[in-house]
């Protein structure tokens, strides 16, 4: 019994002895790895980091840069002041999302536009080679992260409206991924009036989408913000996109709705891997809500109506914000 007690007494002391030489040489390794080891500098990660989940099949640049852009033609000799207007444009772009969503969540990506000169080899390339109503003078595909736009002569003067156009999409598909029409449209629109004049940019009037507005009213946000792209592209698609165009103009030109379309674009973000929150709803936080958003933007639009040149008389049509 007594040795059974003495083999026993023996063994917790083996096991102690055990213990204080692990802690001992725990603490050792510890120190060893503090001389090595530099807590990191930079603050935590932004919650709006960058993920690759939205669409992995796009190629995130290599590059410290944001973006590179690698612009080629087919069959037409392009001017060098486009391809440089190109370069200013697209760095405003990415200027606003870079406010949007901060440095963390900004994505590197190149992006390839391709200019055609043959209208029959653009039409090949979209899918259509015998189209006999052809609307259809850019589109972007998100495999090559690409776009292609027409510039035929009858189209030259439209190509860098276009181009901006497309490159929006393939920007808000690059951090986004899938997007409700009214979003992705409206900015796309937007950003097809950029005018560049040396290294200044600038946002214009769409006089075409004005008066097509003032004669036919504008959709009403709540109409327009639960669009299917079935429903969007439906007859009467014109009034639609115009209609984006003035929501997103009208959100980007006021300081109320600059901070709502910031809310958006982040909540959109936020949850684009996943379920996410209904992003006509985002417009609810709009100071005063959505009624005030429709007052001001009623207001916003009979402002520009007043600002277009008097080349006819316009009945205007009703609106139903």
Request: net charge positive; with cysteine; hydrophobic share 40%.
């Amino acid at each position: 019994m007594g040795g059974l007690k003495d083999q026993a007494r023996q063994h917790r002391n083996t096991v102690t002895a055990g213990v204080i030489f692990g802690v001992i040489v725990g603490l050792c390794g510890g120190v060893v790895v503090a001389l090595f080891y530099k807590s990191p500098s930079e603050p935590p990660p932004s919650p709006l980091a960058a993920s690759d989940c939205a669409d992995v099949r796009i190629n995130a640049s290599g590059s410290r840069e944001a973006f590179s852009i690698r612009v080629e033609s087919e069959g037409i000799t392009l001017n060098r002041a486009l391809e440089k207007k190109i370069a200013v444009g697209t760095t405003q772009t990415y200027k606003q999302w870079q406010d949007w969503l901060g440095d963390a969540a900004l994505r590197q990506s190149q992006i390839n536009i391709r200019f055609l000169g043959d209208a029959r080899r653009f039409r090949e390339i979209y899918g259509k080679p015998n189209g006999e109503e052809w609307t259809t003078t850019g589109f972007y595909r998100m495999r090559s992260n690409e776009a292609l736009i027409l510039y035929t002569p009858a189209f030259r003067a439209s190509a860098l409206g276009n181009a901006f156009h497309e490159i929006s999409h393939l920007i808000t598909a690059r951090h986004l991924g899938a997007t409700p029409p009214w979003l992705n449209e409206g900015l796309a629109e937007h950003y097809e009036s950029l005018d560049v004049a040396g290294t200044n940019t600038r946002f214009k009037a769409n006089e075409a989408h004005l008066r097509l507005l003032q004669r036919k009213g504008v959709v009403g946000v709540k109409t327009l913000t639960t669009l299917s792209q079935q429903e969007w592209m439906a007859e009467d698609a014109e009034r639609r996109y115009a209609s984006a165009w003035a929501l997103i103009a009208f959100l980007m030109d006021t300081p109320d709705g600059a901070q709502t379309l910031r809310g958006t674009v982040r909540e959109a973000y936020a949850g684009r891997c996943g379920a996410r929150r209904d992003l006509g709803k985002t417009l609810e936080d709009y100071p005063g809500g959505t009624a005030s958003l429709k007052d001001d933007w009623r207001a916003w639009l009979h402002r520009r109506y007043a600002t277009l040149p008097r080349t006819r008389a316009i009945t205007a049509g009703g609106s139903s914000l």
